[in-house]
Structure formats: structure tokens, C-alpha cells
């Protein structure tokens, strides 16, 4: 092992060993003797999953309001994404650049629940709030990634397209976009994937979806119920990635 590489090693089992040290933890409470007890207790208040006979239709309705939020905030997050890359990737001069960046900085440097809860002071209860905060955080991401893209796309078609005589937009959409598409597709997939995770659980801070119907679960100790909103979330991440896998295959493998 080298000098630099000792120093490095040291320097993080320091910082992880201050870390222990600073936060009041009690980890000999994993090794206690009733703590397997316990914790095969909790996990059978949580079967079977059960719900009274007229929630399960709230449950489906739940589902889909998870679902459309995630999929309508990626939509819009591509779209604003885009956007914002365009200036981001150095195409518009540098001022059009540094201001970009700051902006896409600041949308995904807040998170996506701290997002939600501003929403819901903005806009109230409900999916709206969600659909904001997942199209907001996700905008930041995708528009640095959509910008890196545009930066190592070659820019030789577009330049032919202007040579002879179309505008930017034109050379844009019909010299660039189209090298560019596979990736773009493949960014904004998989970020669906995250959003839907995300979505389902924005609901605690009243986003609405899956999430709000198990935060009322749980608040009153209905383990049971709360099982099966947890066993919907699973069913529709699943969904959700078998969705995207099979477009991947379809519009961007190739």
C-alpha cells in the first residue's frame, strides 16, 4: 500500500470513528438477549396483509395517483430539463451558461421531500405538491445530465444544417436530436424508476399517493393495513421497472 493511500485509509477510519463517537448511539442494544424477541414480535404485527373491505378501492386509487405523479414529474422535469441544458452545455455564450448551471444546481440540490413540503405550502395538500417536487428535483438532474450529453455529442451535423441555411432550432432538432435521443430516453427512464420509489413516499408530508395512506396507517398502529400499502408500493416499483426495461430494449438498445 502506498503513503497517499495509507493517509487516505487513515483519514477515513478517523472521520468514521469521530462520527460513532459524536452521535449518541447504543449499538450493544442489537445484542441484548430480548432484542430477536422483539423484532419477530414487531414483524408479526405486519401479517397478513389485510384491509377492511371498502379501502382497497382507495388503495387502487392511491396506486394511480402514485404512478401518474411519478410518470407526469418526469415528463415535465425532461422537458424544463432540456431546456435548461441547452444554455447549460455552453451552446448560448457564457452568461446563458453560468446561469443555467446555478439554476439546475439549486433545483437538485434540494431535495425532493424538502420540495414536497414547500409545495404543499404552495399548493396545498395533495398529488399537485408531489408532481411539483418530483418535476422540480428531477429537472436538475436530468438537465446536467442532458447538458453533459449535448457536450460530447458531435456537432458536425448540426453545423452542416446551419451551413446550409437552417436555423438553430432546425439544426437542433433535425441534426443533433436525433444522435442524442437514445441517451436522453435512457436518462429520463431511469430516473421514472426513481421518481416512482420517491412518489410513494412523498405522501408523508401530505404529497398524496401511496405514501399518505401508509403514514395514516402507521400513525394509528394498523401494522396490518400498512402492510398492504407496502406490498402495493413493491408490486407497482416492480411494474414500474419492468416497464422501463422493456423500453430501453425497444427505443434505446440497439
Not at 470513528?17 to 414480535?41: F, I, K
Not at 386509487?61 to 430539463?81: C, D, F, K, V
Not at 436525433?178 to 426513481?194: D, G, S, V
Amino acid at each position: 500500500m502506498s503513503r497517499r493511500a495509507g493517509l487516505a485509509l487513515l483519514f477515513i477510519l478517523l472521520a468514521v470513528a469521530s462520527a460513532y463517537a459524536y452521535l449518541p448511539l447504543n449499538l450493544s442494544e442489537l445484542a441484548a438477549s430480548r432484542t430477536p424477541a422483539l423484532l419477530v414480535d414487531y414483524a408479526g404485527r405486519f401479517w397478513p396483509p389485510a384491509l377492511p373491505g371498502g379501502q382497497w378501492t382507495g388503495l387502487l386509487n392511491a396506486a394511480l395517483e402514485t404512478l401518474a405523479m411519478s410518470a407526469i414529474g418526469t415528463l415535465a422535469a425532461a422537458l424544463l430539463g432540456l431546456a435548461l441544458a441547452l444554455p447549460a452545455s455552453g451552446r448560448w455564450g457564457a452568461a446563458a451558461l453560468a446561469i443555467s448551471r446555478l439554476l439546475l444546481n439549486a433545483l437538485r440540490a434540494i431535495p425532493e421531500l424538502v420540495w414536497a413540503m414547500l409545495m404543499v405550502l404552495a399548493a396545498g395538500l395533495g398529488p399537485n405538491a408531489g408532481t411539483l417536487a418530483l418535476a422540480l428535483h428531477t429537472a436538475g438532474v436530468l438537465g446536467r445530465l442532458f447538458a453533459e450529453a449535448l457536450e460530447n455529442t458531435p456537432s458536425s451535423s448540426a453545423d452542416a444544417l446551419r451551413m446550409a441555411g437552417a436555423s438553430r432550432l432546425q439544426a437542433f432538432i433535425y441534426g443533433t436530436l436525433p444522435n442524442l435521443w437514445p441517451q436522453l430516453l435512457a436518462y429520463t427512464l431511469y430516473r421514472w424508476e426513481n421518481n416512482i420509489r420517491m412518489a410513494s413516499v412523498l405522501g408523508f408530508v401530505g404529497a398524496g399517493g401511496l405514501g399518505q395512506m401508509l403514514y395514516v396507517h402507521l400513525s394509528l398502529f394498523q401494522e396490518s393495513h400498512a402492510s398492504a400499502v407496502i406490498l402495493a408500493m413493491l408490486l407497482l416499483v416492480i411494474g414500474v421497472d419492468g416497464l422501463s426495461q422493456w423500453l430501453r430494449q425497444r427505443w434505446v438498445v440497439r
